[in-house]
């Protein structure tokens, strides 16, 4: 019995830990590691596919998207429900937000 109550005990406290801990809030809540996009895996450092590089998968209009200003020589793109964020020169991912950020204000 004494070491069911233990047991339990120990399920509380760390539930509770878990609970205690400060959810992301914000953009942060937004932000990804990794996502799916034409039926491939990609992660911050991948290689974005060429297609995503042309002027047709610019997003300009990045205010109006809850997106931040892209870093300098970067530009927002939009791969399989997701904001990406990739380098001019050779489309690196360098950052990656789920596409409903979109609804946040």
């Not at 809540?29 to 974005?48: N, P, R, S, V, W």
């Not at 209009?61 to 904001?83: E, F, H, I, V």
């Amino acid at each position: 019995m004494r070491k069911t109550k233990m047991m339990l005990l120990g399920v509380l406290l760390a539930t509770a830990g878990a609970a205690w801990a400060a959810p992301a809030t914000g953009i942060q809540q937004y932000e990804l590691k990794e996502f799916t996009a034409d039926f491939t895996q990609f992660k911050i450092g991948d290689k974005a596919p060429a297609m995503y590089l042309t002027p047709e998968y610019n997003i300009t209009q990045w205010q109006q998207r809850n997106l931040p200003a892209p870093d300098a020589g970067t530009r927002w793109t939009y791969m399989g429900g997701n904001y990406v964020q990739i380098s001019d020169a050779d489309g690196t991912i360098s950052k990656v937000y789920d596409g409903e950020i979109f609804y946040h204000r």
